[in-house]
């Protein structure tokens, strides 16, 4: 099972296990063109967000979408997640340019 699949299922006893044996899959899209961070912020769990960014999930990966779709942007622009923005904030989130827009998450013009 992908730690993507293990991710949506919530478990955190089960998504520790998992990265403790491997975190290959941390920041991997998969066949929907999300990471494991991406499942998480949809979820809306801070915990699952606060264990991946732990073993080193990077904030800043985009999906299949575009630059734009990173778990930052979708926790602050998708679901106004402040506690995970602020958490990404601290491990290093950047705003990308919304390339559909042209506009960064922030709101300011490109």
């Known amino acids: 099972m992908m730690l993507h699949e293990i991710v949506r299922t919530l478990d955190l ?3 520790r296990g998992e990265l403790e044996k491997s975190a290959r899959d941390l920041d991997r899209l998969d066949v929907h063109g999300l990471t494991p961070l ?3 912020v949809m979820a809306g769990s801070i915990d699952v967000v606060k264990l991946l ?3 080193g999930a990077d904030p800043n990966r985009p999906s299949t979408e575009g630059a734009f779709a990173t778990p930052y942007w979708h926790a602050k ?3 106004g997640l402040a506690q995970i923005v602020d958490l990404f904030d601290l491990h290093g989130a950047r705003p990308k340019p919304n390339q559909k827009f042209q ?3 922030d709101g300011a013009a490109e």
Do not use: V
């Open 77 to 79: 622009e998708d679901f």
């Open 13 to 15: 006893d089960a998504i």
């Open 103 to 105: 506009r960064t998450p």
């Open 38 to 40: 991406h499942w998480a």
């Open 53 to 55: 960014l732990e073993f």
